[in-house]
């Protein structure tokens, strides 16, 4: 899977610095916001393919912020990804349940974190695949 666009979701200025610059080097064009509101705007206008959201957001939870987008009625349909701090079994499965395709604990390992964005990226293309292949 190549890199693509990306949104990060994320209302701690260092950790959307470093999120954005590791993907960067990673080969992807990164932009990113403190509020979700704003990031909604951002997707209708972007169309990013992939979208990293922080689970405690000013205003909206990241949670609330995925159900958002997987409820839009257009072809926004970009892989999103919670990066936390939380590590708990429950919150991971409310993630997935909120409809993300990856969760990933904080602190991120600047070393491998484009990596395992593209590994996600890349099952999520496989399904898809496989989902359209079944019909």
Do not use: W
Not at 33 to 61: C, F, K, N, W
Not at 68 to 87: E, F, K, M
């Amino acid at each position: 899977m190549e890199p693509g666009r990306a949104l990060i979701v994320d209302d701690n200025r260092v950790n959307r610095e470093l999120l954005t610059f590791v993907l960067e080097v990673g080969g992807f064009e990164v932009h990113s916001t403190d509020r979700p509101e704003q990031a909604l705007q951002i997707v209708e206008q972007y169309h990013p393919d992939l979208l990293l959201v922080d689970v405690q957001l000013p205003g909206m939870s990241g949670l609330e912020f995925t159900r958002r987008i997987r409820g839009l009625n257009d072809q926004t349909h970009p892989c999103i990804i919670i990066v936390t701090s939380y590590a708990m079994e429950s919150d991971r499965e409310r993630a997935f349940e909120a409809g993300c395709d990856g969760y990933i604990t904080k602190p991120i390992d600047t070393r491998t974190f484009a990596s395992e964005v593209l590994n996600i990226l890349g099952r999520r293309s496989e399904g898809r695949a496989m989902a359209a292949g079944a019909y």
